[in-house]
């Protein structure tokens, strides 16, 4: 028994010590777009709010369908201190009502209105979760691009370190003047502010994406494989309906169904079913003494009950708020139309400019790298020009750290404009109505 308590002993550091060690390397692990877009849906609050409107839409549309259904209710009350006196009613024990409509015109236009106000909530859920989607990947393709800019970065700073220190050496030798040796320190300078900048966005959109997610902040590593082509898209391309203009659109037309309704209750009649039982009782009162013969204790009754409005003031006001309420619904899915078709001919604009920037960035990077290729060369085979009197002179160890500082900086000027150039595009694609093809390729991958 001792020798297995100390076997254990020393295998409990052991597995301690194990489990530490594979602590970071579930801190953070690789995530992909698709699950990320999947759980910034699921964990949404605009999404989770736009489903409770859903259901509540639901309940309105079953509340308004079951005023034909009879409704049972049940009453019962027995007399705390004996009656005096003939109160006008006759006592009874408990008493059952059924009621139900049986015919009103109104009624029809609150169903068609929650009918409406359903498939707008529907709407608006989807237009939400389209959202979610387009700000979970807007943000995992910004800390991807990012990322990527922060290894270049890290790259000219081991760069920028190297010429500092060959400055030094010349400045030193008095090869260069010191104001050399000073503009090597700025530029190294400046490669480490833009390293702390984007470490700083970094881990703003890691805590953005963690919020969206419900994921640890330091555990989101962006795959870049999991990325779909984003389509080459243009404002030309025909638009579909958007889920959010149409949820406007339906809740204009059930807000118009509402005011219809409303304003019909002022002279539409409603028949409406009753049918009554009341078991009465001569506890406690002396009902009797005021009658010719004896309360019987069974009592019931039914009939159809007809309500012809002839004043109703406060319906006719109604009537007007409804009304009201639909001319701004009406205005409002108009004006949400028209700010999406500005949108759009926004982004197209936006998205040629940038087009034209990514195309720029792009062979500003090649020129940088073919430069960098031939300082390498130079440096390895010389010039080629001789050193006779005229020739130019050698380059320097300094010229390649140059070169490469500048071409990792042309990289990260044309990874940011890609950037730059995706994000329109899928907004673009959202305003488009063009999103469910997006999800639709990214779910597929």
């Known amino acids: 028994m001792t020798d297995r308590n100390t076997a254990r002993s020393r295998w409990f550091p052991i597995l301690i010590g194990m489990a530490l060690a594979a602590t970071p390397a579930l801190v953070c692990a690789q995530v992909s777009l698709t699950t990320v877009v999947d759980l910034a849906q699921r964990n949404s ?4 709010l736009a489903s409770a409107d859903v259901l509540k839409a639901e309940a309105a549309l079953s509340e308004s369908k079951d005023v034909v259904i009879p409704s049972v209710l049940l009453s019962t009350g027995l007399p705390t201190f004996p009656e005096v006196g003939f109160t006008g009613t006759p006592p009874s024990i408990w008493t059952a009502t059924v009621q139900s409509l049986v015919f009103g015109i109104p009624q029809k236009r609150y169903i068609d209105a929650a009918r409406f106000g359903l498939q707008a909530a529907t709407a608006n859920l989807h237009d939400a979760r389209e959202q979610v989607a387009l700000d979970a990947s807007t943000a995992y393709l910004e800390l991807d691009t990012v990322n990527r800019e922060l290894d270049a970065a890290h790259q000219q700073e081991g760069y920028a370190s190297r010429l500092v220190a060959i400055e ?10 010191l104001s050399e040796l000073l503009q090597a320190r700025l530029k190294a300078a400046e490669i480490k502010l833009k390293r702390l900048q984007l470490e700083s966005r970094a881990s703003t959109l890691a805590t953005q994406l963690a919020s969206l997610t419900g994921l640890p902040a330091d555990s989101i590593l962006p795959v870049h494989s999991s990325i779909p082509e984003i389509p080459q898209v243009s404002g030309t391309e025909p638009t579909r309906p958007r889920a959010g203009i149409g949820a406007a659109q339906l809740m204009a037309r059930s807000k118009q169904q509402q005011a219809k309704g409303d304003k019909e209750f002022n002279y539409m009649p409603q028949l409406s079913f009753i049918a009554q039982y009341n078991r ?64 759009i001919a926004a982004l197209s604009g936006s998205l040629r400019e940038l087009d034209a920037l990514a195309e720029v960035a792009s062979l500003k990077q090649q020129i940088a790298g073919e430069q960098l290729k031939t300082v390498l060369t130079q440096l390895e085979l010389g010039n080629g020009a001789g050193a006779g009197p005229g020739a130019p002179p050698q380059l320097s160890p300094k010229a390649e750290q140059l070169a490469r500082i500048d071409e990792r900086q042309k990289l990260e000027e044309a990874l940011s404009t890609g950037f730059d150039l995706d994000k329109a595009r899928l907004n673009l694609l959202r305003a488009l109505g063009h999103m469910d093809d997006w999800l639709h390729e990214l779910h597929n991958r």
Do not use: C
């Open 168 to 177: 030094q050496e010349r400045a030193e030798a008095g090869v260069d003047p």
């Open 280 to 343: 009465n009782t001569t506890l406690l009162n002396s009902v009797n003494s005021y009658f010719s013969r004896p309360l019987p204790a069974n009592n019931f009754s039914s009939g159809i009950a007809i309500q012809v409005p002839l004043l109703d003031m406060w319906h006719r006001a109604k009537a007007r708020e409804s009304e009201a309420d639909a001319l701004r619904a009406k205005v409002e899915a108009e004006q949400a139309e028209r700010q999406n078709d500005v949108q």
């Open 45 to 48: 609050s605009e999404v989770k």
